[in-house]
């Protein structure tokens, strides 16, 4: 099995489908459908079984699955170090972060790498989703999470309170919920993630049974955006809040754990020149209010 099977029968092992697969790759459906029934008969094996629910592993392919893993650590391994011997000062490099992240800060690093070096060229991607960097989905990710992989190199550039924030809109017409009420009488906009988990949910540690969560956001940036439209109040870190321009309720409360923003990258990329230059210019942009 070359690489280029390889990484069609990984992707349709993990999408399940022909269509996710040929997306996976940026390829049609047929090519992905005949690429695999290709690979099957160039091993004399059936892979997959066809099913109802979409494309399912046969015991051959599992095992075939351990030994195409390998050839992809391998392959990636190979791509990263090749990558991280590279002073060229030019090229694309991959950076993940969420929406609000991405505009406060990412966006202002990047136009001042574009000054200095106009020919490294940032992809940028926002979104909820974290983004391997083994699996060289991104070359380096900002996000509000620490990663436990080893191969992983995280600094922490960022540290900021968790407050209560409304806008003058909401304040003037509803006033400021009572610490102690449960947010008795009052409109909430959440973090959807948190109730989807189960948790019990709070905002600055204060139970929310008594309020009325009129809106589930996906996003840190929608959450914010929903408390300055005023339909209600909610949680979102400190800096943010007075960025823009919102009321704080209950300063002395904070929610229990702070918001971090971790920086991350992989170690075999960390002395890429391009990759280095964008990870200086995105500390710089959070060094004012890095906590």
């Known amino acids: 099995m070359n690489w280029d099977d390889a990484k069609v029968f990984l992707a349709v092992c993990r999408e399940s489908t022909l269509r996710g697969a040929a997306r996976i790759l940026g390829v049609d459906q047929a090519t992905v459908g005949r690429r695999v029934t290709a690979l099957e008969q160039a091993l004399g094996a059936k892979l997959f079984l066809r099913t109802s629910d979409g494309y399912a592993l046969t ?71 974290f983004s391997s960097l083994t699996k060289r989905e991104a070359d380096i990710a900002v996000r509000n999470a620490r990663p436990d992989d080893p191969d992983l190199i995280a600094r922490r550039i960022a540290h900021w309170p968790v407050g209560l924030f409304a806008s003058q809109a909401y304040v003037d017409a509803r006033g400021v919920p009572s610490p102690g009420t449960a947010f008795e009488g009052h409109d909430l906009v959440v973090y959807q993630p948190y109730v989807k988990a189960g948790k019990e949910v709070t905002l600055a540690s204060e139970p929310v049974g008594r309020g009325r969560i009129v809106a589930g956001l996906s996003s840190s940036l ?10 209600g109040v909610g949680e979102i870190p400190v800096y943010m809040g007075e960025r823009d321009g919102l009321i704080r309720l209950w300063p002395e409360r904070t929610r229990a754990q702070a918001y971090e923003v971790w920086l991350v990258t992989h170690a075999d990329l960390r002395h890429t020149a391009r990759v280095r230059a964008v990870i200086e210019q995105i500390v710089d942009a959070f060094a004012p209010e890095n906590g």
Do not use: C, W, Y
């Open 59 to 129: 015991t051959v392919g599992e095992a075939a699955l351990l030994s195409v893993e390998k050839m992809e650590h391998s392959a990636l391994e190979l791509e990263r170090r090749i990558q991280g011997m590279d002073d060229r000062l030019s090229g694309n490099v991959r950076v993940s972060t969420t929406d609000s992240l991405a505009i406060d800060f990412l966006i202002p690093a990047i136009a001042r790498l574009h000054e200095s070096h106009p020919d490294v060229r940032v992809q940028l991607d926002a979104t909820t989703q």
């Open 222 to 231: 929608l959450v914010r955006r929903s408390i300055a439209a005023g339909i």
